[in-house]
């Protein structure tokens, strides 16, 4: 796989530089509840798996957000066979693969799930203040938020790369893994 290697010690310095909004907004809900819902925790998970954290790092990683919450016990006794599974070493031993922008833009989050894209899932309101976080420039928002309200999320997502990476991105965004290469060849360059 050519995504790159992430470890656990990289994994927030490079979560804020690298990782497009859909997964900065699971990976900071996940730090503030200890917690995410099944739809996040596949949409993140599989995620970190393309990007090349490896199984023991990403059960050591959930382990330590989930167990803040519901304990160790319950952590290894609920949480941990899906995520081995995702890794293919349950079940089918199926080796998933991480959510396309596609996918990500054409499910259907409910309340208290935080999976989904945000150009296409959040309100305008907090997509602003989210797009602020990553910090991106107030000229830049309205071009961003020009895309959004015409539906085209992905162009979207890739003028807040553009404007995060000061570089454009000819081929568009079309998957979060994408995003993250992409960001990572620019920032190593
Ligand atoms: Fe994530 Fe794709 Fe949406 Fe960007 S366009 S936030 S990479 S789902």
Redesign the pocket.
């Known amino acids: 796989r050519d995504y790159g290697d992430i470890s656990l010690k990289d994994i927030d310095q490079v979560a804020k530089s690298s990782f ?4 900065r907004h699971l990976f900071d809900k996940l730090k503030e509840d200890h917690h995410l819902k099944h739809g996040g925790r596949m949409q993140l998970g599989l995620f970190l798996k393309g990007v090349g954290l490896n199984l023991d790092d990403a059960l050591a990683f959930w382990r330590a957000e989930f167990s803040k919450k519901v304990g160790l016990e319950k952590f290894e006794k609920q949480y941990a066979y899906t995520i081995r599974h995702n890794y293919g070493k349950e079940g089918k031993r199926t080796d998933y693969t991480p959510y396309s ?1 596609t996918k ?2 054409s499910s259907t989050p409910g309340t208290g799930d935080h999976h989904g ?4 899932h959040f309100s305008e309101e907090n997509l602003r203040a989210a797009l602020g976080t990553m910090g991106v420039n107030s000229r830049a928002m309205e071009d961003v938020i020009d895309k959004v309200r015409n539906r085209h ?2 162009l ?2 890739t003028l807040t790369f553009e404007a995060l990476h000061g570089m454009p991105c000819d081929a568009g ?1 079309n ?2 893994n994408q ?1 993250f290469s992409d960001s990572k060849k620019i920032l190593q360059s």
């Open positions: 497009p909004l859909c997964m922008c990500i833009i894209c945000p150009y296409r999320y992905q979207a997502c965004i998957h979060p995003y």
